[in-house]
């Protein structure tokens, strides 16, 4: 069974631009979760996705936002990007989100 | 503030030796408390969890010990390898998900021959 995949796993954008990282669940996972990851702030929680609709919401701004589609697959957007959004955007997947996380490789994003 | 506190920030332990990596939580509503492991340039890979209905769950040479009372669970590592050199993260959910989790600060181990 294939794991989750993230796309792209690597990106470089410039301050004000936004950025748009998609990932593909685990065949058969409903529930889609993104986190981000940075050296000071650790691995922190932006949201969940379930059915196509939002679940569950981190603390983060609302220039942070996501969806998903029928077929599972959730997308990740960054507007207006802030040099401290730099990080490792990481997507995990389960059946329904009351069992294990699965997590992709993630995808490092670097802010200019 | 939903806070999981972790400790050691870092820990060098002797091929054979143990591991201990200890976790503390305020919010009394989590009851899922997984521990994962990150490579450099990888996810973070679910090690064992355990729900706090159990004060012990054994999966191999990893351990999760949980102390409700204290509001605290700790990872042991027994006979820690080269190859167990990772980050491990302790983490905590509430309302029976495991999908919006709240994540310990990080351990980085290095196990030495």
């Known amino acids: 069974k294939a794991g989750v995949t993230q796309t792209p796993r690597y990106l470089i954008k410039t301050r004000g631009q936004q950025v748009t990282l998609s990932c593909s669940p685990i065949s058969g996972h409903r529930s889609v979760s993104w986190y981000q990851q940075t050296p000071g702030q650790g691995l922190q929680f932006l949201f969940e996705y379930f059915s196509e609709t939002q679940r569950n919401k981190g603390n983060f701004p609302g220039r942070f936002s996501g969806r998903q589609f029928s077929n599972s697959r959730s997308e990740m957007n960054v507007s207006t990007l802030e040099l401290g959004d730099s990080a490792l955007y990481l997507c995990?997947?389960?059946?329904?989100?009351?069992?294990?996380?699965?997590f992709g490789p993630g995808t490092r994003l670097l802010v200019l | 503030q939903q806070q999981v506190k972790q400790s050691p920030q870092s820990l060098i332990v002797q091929k054979g030796g143990i591991s201990i990596i200890n976790c503390a939580y305020e919010?009394?509503?989590?009851?899922?408390f997984p521990w994962y492991q990150q490579f450099p340039g990888k996810g973070p890979a679910l090690l064992i969890a355990?729900?706090?209905?159990?004060s012990e769950k054994k999966e191999g040479r990893f351990t999760i010990s949980f102390n409700k009372s204290a509001k605290q669970f700790s990872l042991h590592i027994m006979d820690s390898q080269p190859g167990d050199s990772a980050t491990y993260f302790c983490?905590?959910?509430?309302?029976?998900?495991?999908?919006?989790?709240?994540f310990g600060t990080g351990t980085r181990l290095q196990v030495t021959l």
């Open positions: 983490a905590a959910d509430s309302t029976g998900t495991a999908s919006k989790l709240t």
């Open positions: 919010n009394t509503a989590f009851d899922y």
């Open positions: 995990a997947s389960s059946f329904t989100g009351y069992e294990t996380q699965y």
């Open positions: 355990i729900r706090p209905d159990v």
